[in-house]
């Protein structure tokens, strides 16, 4: 699978997608699932790690964003 530039802007902008077509998802399943589709380098980076959103709920405002501030880390580095 083709690994994309990071970008955060499009980062979100799937995340957004995901939501819609899954909104029995939840939250934290989308940010990691989408993570690891696009950028599998980072998302093993936190893969069950404290960082790792994908059992995170929507409303756990502090842990969802050290999870956003590591991946926007990348769109600093990489973007």
């Given at each position: 699978m083709k690994?994309y530039?990071?970008?955060?802007?499009f980062?979100?902008?799937?995340v957004?997608?995901e939501?819609a077509?899954h909104?029995e998802?939840?939250?934290?399943q989308i940010?990691f699932?989408v993570l690891?589709?696009?950028?599998?380098i980072?998302a093993?980076?936190?893969r069950?790690?404290?960082?790792?959103?994908?059992?995170?709920e929507?409303q756990?405002?502090?842990?969802?964003?050290?999870f956003?501030?590591y991946?926007?880390s990348?769109?600093?580095?990489?973007?």
């Open positions: 690994e530039p990071f970008s955060m802007p980062y979100i902008q799937e957004e997608k939501k077509r909104p998802w939840r939250y934290g940010l699932n690891d589709e696009r950028w599998p980072i093993s980076e936190i069950a790690t404290d960082l790792d959103p994908f059992y995170f929507e756990e405002n502090a842990r969802l964003d050290r956003l501030d991946v926007r990348f769109h600093n580095r990489l973007g």
